[in-house]
């Protein structure tokens, strides 16, 4: 995750070959753990309402890397919120962090047509219909700052900062829950369906 953007990157996305495909809107993501457990295995569980869709994800411990933050993510669709907050209520877990942001998202698609390893998601799974994505920009405008994420393959985001001249050590190390604390910001009053 780059630490900053600004609208003056949005041309050197479109000359890399991105192209928006969903247009800044407010996200509201709650993260859910069972008394700690998820948290001290370095894994979370989230619920991401974004877009007109409701989102469930576990994202497994990271791996090691020097620059991005790799690991293990399932994520699936979810039609009814309130089914959900009860089965994940029912099953011991509650809310320990609710956080709001404004996202657009941006993709560049394969150029090549060869698969590759997904950083944050994981291999996409099934046919796909039409080209398929290599990269995803996101441009995320948050209390404490705007910043990028990448998500794709590791070489091709390496690839991307290169082209859009973000230094390595531009890389904020922290998560989103991390920096959501570490700006006192966070709040677990308001559930999934709030």
């Known amino acids: 995750m780059e630490r900053a953007w600004t609208q003056t990157q949005l041309p050197l996305l479109e000359a890399l070959g991105f192209h928006e495909i969903t247009p800044m809107q407010p996200e509201t993501s709650v993260l859910w753990d069972r008394n700690g457990e998820l948290r001290a295995a370095g894994s979370a569980l989230r619920t991401r309402v974004y877009a007109g869709q ?12 020097a620059m991005l933050k790799i690991r293990p993510e399932h994520e699936t669709g979810i039609e009814d919120c309130v089914s959900l907050e009860a089965i994940l209520r ?10 709001e942001k404004k996202r657009a998202v941006w993709v560049r698609e394969d150029r090549a047509g060869a698969a590759s390893h997904r950083t944050e998601s994981g291999p996409e799974g099934g046919a796909q219909d039409g ?8 441009l995320d405008e948050t209390p404490f700052g705007c910043f990028l994420e990448l998500e794709g393959d ?30 006192g910001l966070g709040s677990t009053d308001l559930g999934l369906h709030a």
């Open 54 to 65: 409701t989102r469930l994800t576990w994202k497994g411990p990271k791996m090691p890397d």
């Open 90 to 99: 029912a099953l011991g877990f509650e809310p320990v962090m609710h956080m």
């Open 131 to 138: 080209p398929r994505v290599e990269l995803e920009a996101c």
């Open 154 to 183: 590791p070489q091709a985001i390496r690839a991307a900062m290169e082209g859009l001249g973000l230094a390595p050590d531009r890389a904020e190390p922290r998560s989103y829950p991390e920096l959501y604390q570490a700006n």
